[in-house]
């Protein structure tokens, strides 16, 4: 031990100066005496001291690696370990304040406590709670052992923004739950006092009071609305004081896969006993495996017709019909957002009135009729997020999907189809003239109809629509741009003149043609940001190209007064991806940012990619800009 002592003493203070024993010290597997001694040494400079902090937990992960997993570390892991862990830890906090000796700090905080075994057939759960008011955070640990001392399982968990030492202790308490419900006979011991780094002298605390008791509703529910609601409800058997704490929640998720009726028992009884006033958020996920015969419908109701529903989210997986939601959840006043998935039969009556509706979500669920969405929709007055998602494996009933909402400022629309045969009677009308953003991914290629849009501000088209002159009017005035056309040509997006078009990202594919983009530069008078992301774009031979760039009759306004980052995503050294790079160097004055990636699915060698680094890198430029090429888009330089 003694070239542990010299190492502490060192004035280099160098972990590195370290020689490996040539056997594990007795000392890391049974005890930690040394820290002890060391502690208590007041010769022992202030900054050596703030490093056995990290010494010790390293040792103590190596002993529960040992006694638990039979992994065994080596002296020189552990140590080099602890060192950098150290090290990172000093060189972002302030390491010239001058801590006070280990002895002080944790003086009067630990005391040895006799283990007192368990009664014949039972266990004892030994819990550890710690604390730092100054940060939040907290941490807590538990141990189980049988009569005879034998360690049956062990656990940890680590929290953040933790307001009391109270709390943290219920934490710890409430950790043991998910053992505790396999076990009858459990005895839980809260055998070590709280670890609490205070600012002030704590005030001493009788050892028999009950400090639980001291904390209001108001935190017992905070704390509860920390662990899964199946947890909380299980709190009910601890003591008097919480048998109906848990039925104030305000937020109630619900997550089941397993089909065991004990489950859906739960579940049902659970939300029979809730009473709270407001449920800020119902959550309600059930997997495959849901019982068909669970009425999983009447809890939606309860919570509608009892008290406020703030937020309700359903999602059913089960392998038959799709349910009805209640009546009564089409005229929830003070409903703000709903989503609805899979499972779910959408069959509105009439009248439809959610007044306080602010977003709503419809995920590849299904409609009774062609008019149950539209009625849904027209209920809606102050709807503002509205998404959207359809696959072609679902039959939703509906042929014509109609978007008429005066309020709505966002729109997600998703339409997914993976089979060979184009449903030529579908089709997409859209009459929102206060939307802002609009997202459509399409790869059916419905037709498409849409009102004026004069607020539209953000766009992200990926579609293979079949395009009228109306759908890209809407987009003229629009300032952010995200094109992809699935395919499809690119030359209709390109001649359309985006007057007040700041940022705009495209995704060329192979048959477009390269004289597209010259158009597109010269339609875009205020263009700022320009990326471009061609991953996929592989020829099919080196001498294939049948892209070719066209370069514009004068040079673009964007080039010559706007334009100021360029990227290039997925590069593959083709003539006309040379051509363009080429031309928006030489011609943007006020480009202050260039960045060029290599396209990551090629086989090329690696001198043949520092080649076309090279040949990019010495491409000229008119601004003085910097341009960095890299080898892939996952490691791409950034310079400014």
Request: aromatic share 10%.
């Amino acid at each position: 031990m003694e070239s542990k002592y010299e190492m502490a003493q060192s004035e280099n203070d160098d972990p590195v100066l370290w020689k490996q024993p040539s056997s594990v010290p007795k000392c890391l597997s049974s005890h930690l005496e040394i820290f002890k001694w060391i502690g208590k040494n007041k010769n022992i400079k202030p900054n050596v001291r703030l490093r056995f902090p990290w010494i010790l937990w390293h040792l103590w992960k190596a002993r529960n690696a040992m006694t638990f997993e039979q992994t065994c570390l080596d002296v020189t892991t552990i140590s080099s370990k602890a060192m950098d862990d150290a090290h990172t830890w000093l060189s972002t906090n302030d390491n010239t304040i001058v801590p006070p000796p280990i002895t002080e700090i944790w003086a009067g905080q630990f005391k040895r406590i006799r283990w007192l075994k368990p009664e014949a057939n039972s266990v004892k759960c030994n819990i550890s709670v710690s604390w730092d008011p100054t940060t939040g955070n907290a941490g807590t640990s538990w141990l189980v052992r049988d009569h005879s001392g034998l360690v049956i399982c062990h656990d940890r968990r680590s929290y953040a923004y933790v307001f009391s030492a109270l709390e943290v202790e219920l934490l710890g308490f409430l950790s043991t739950k998910p053992f505790s419900r396999r076990h009858e006979k459990v005895t839980r011991d809260l055998g070590f006092k709280t670890l609490i780094m205070p600012e002030a002298e704590p005030s001493p605390k009788p050892e028999d009071e009950d400090r639980i008791s001291e904390l209001s509703d108001d935190i017992l529910i905070h704390i509860l609305l920390l662990v899964p609601t199946k947890d909380a409800v299980t709190t009910t058997f601890l003591s008097k004081r919480w048998r109906f704490v848990w039925r104030k929640l305000p937020r109630l998720d619900y997550r089941e896969t397993r089909n065991m009726k004990s489950v859906w028992w739960f579940l049902d009884e659970s939300m029979r006993f809730h009473d709270a006033p407001l449920i800020e958020k119902l959550s309600i996920r059930l997997g495959p495996e849901c019982p068909t015969d669970v009425d999983v419908v009447r809890w939606v109701a309860k919570a509608v017709d009892r008290c406020v529903l703030r937020e309700l989210k359903f999602k059913l997986l089960w392998k038959t019909e799709p349910v009805r939601m209640p009546s009564s959840l089409y005229t929830c006043e003070t409903l703000t957002k709903l989503i609805l998935a899979d499972k779910v039969l959408v069959d509105v009556p009439c009248p439809v009135y959610l007044p306080s509706l602010h977003q709503l979500e419809l995920l590849e669920i299904v409609y009774k009729d062609e008019d149950s969405h539209v009625r849904l929709l027209s209920g809606c007055p102050v709807l503002k997020r509205l998404k959207v998602s359809r696959q072609d494996s679902v039959d939703d009933n509906v042929r014509k999907f109609t978007v008429k909402v005066p309020s709505l400022l966002e729109l997600t629309y998703m339409n997914t189809y993976f089979g060979e045969d184009d449903d030529d009677d579908r089709s997409l009308v859209i009459d929102t003239p206060c939307l802002i953003d609009i997202d459509i991914f399409d790869t059916l290629g419905h037709s498409c109809s849409i009102e004026y849009m004069p607020r539209l501000i953000r766009a992200s088209v990926s579609v293979k629509l079949k395009l009228v002159d109306k759908f890209l009017k809407c987009l003229s005035s629009i300032e952010y741009l995200k094109l992809d056309p699935v395919g499809s040509t690119m030359a209709p997006w390109c001649n359309v003149v985006y007057t007040l078009l700041i940022e705009c990202r495209i995704y060329p594919y192979i048959s477009w043609s390269g004289s597209s983009l010259g158009v597109l530069l010269s339609n875009c008078p205020k263009l700022k940001v320009l990326l471009v992301e061609s991953v996929s774009d592989k020829p099919k031979s080196e001498n294939h190209d049948p892209v070719l760039w066209k370069q514009p009759n004068s040079v673009p306004k964007c080039l010559s007064s706007h334009l100021e980052i360029f990227e290039w995503i997925g590069y593959a050294g083709r003539k006309y991806q040379k051509e363009v790079i080429r031309y928006i160097l030489e011609n943007s004055k006020y480009l202050k940012k260039a960045e060029i990636s290599l396209n990551s699915f090629s086989n090329l060698e690696e001198e043949q990619k520092k080649k076309m680094i090279e040949e990019l890198e010495s491409m000229p430029r008119v601004s003085t800009s910097l341009l960095r090429a890299s080898p892939t888009f996952l490691d791409t330089l950034h310079t400014e």
